[in-house]
């Protein structure tokens, strides 16, 4: 296989790659977005009402807007273990540590044109971190609220939230605490 890098930025690049399919004679070319992966936490807490999720506002700037989302992050750290990535995310974004995590999903964000694996975590019995973080850029005019989970699917699909991890995140949560799906070994094998 020949690979081409055509653009290389600061996180993300524009690959070109020649490939042959499996019992095929002809090679392919296809370019995508080379992304390192990521991973995005939903940060449970429990209250006398059920539980509450964790949001914050960040402005994305591709699509012009503030977005509740839920913390997330670059596996950019060469070698970083998604977990230990999740962590810091929750840490630096939220000011929060956990002492229950959970993987609720593994997904390809866009497989057709985007390199990108996401891990979403499930994070509970969560504490104030210690860590001192200084909030820059995008994340540094970031607003916190904490709003029961069955508003956050209200939100979404009212067209509230609009961010694709934290409406997967959110709604796997939901599932998971339903019992139709498996809270995972935050160790369980990475996609990749």
């Not at 429990?46 to 596996?75: C, D, F, K």
């Not at 974004?93 to 979403?120: M, N, Y």
Request: hydrophobic content about 40%; overall charge negative; some cysteine.
């Amino acid at each position: 296989m020949n690979s081409e890098t055509i653009y290389e930025g600061n996180v993300f690049s524009f690959v070109s790659d020649e490939i042959r399919l499996s019992g095929q004679d002809k090679v392919l070319r296809r370019e995508y977005i080379a992304h390192p992966g990521a991973v995005a936490i939903v940060p449970l807490r429990e209250t006398e009402n059920g539980p509450e999720v964790l949001m914050l506002s960040q402005y994305r700037h591709p699509v012009g807007a503030i977005l509740w989302e839920v913390p997330a992050g670059l596996l950019d750290k060469e070698g970083e273990d998604p977990l230990l990535a999740a962590q810091r995310e929750l840490a630096e974004e939220a000011g929060l540590e956990a002492k229950t995590w959970h993987v609720l999903i593994d997904q390809f964000s866009s497989p057709g044109c985007l390199s990108e694996s996401l891990r979403i975590y499930l994070a509970r019995d969560l504490t104030e971190s210690s860590l001192e973080y200084e909030r820059t850029e995008e994340e540094a005019d970031m607003q916190y609220r904490w709003i029961p989970l069955t508003q956050a699917v209200a939100e979404i699909h009212a067209g509230y939230i609009h961010n694709a991890t934290t409406i997967n995140g959110v709604l796997a949560a939901v599932s998971a605490l339903a019992g139709y799906g498996e809270l995972r070994d935050p160790s369980a094998s990475w996609l990749r």
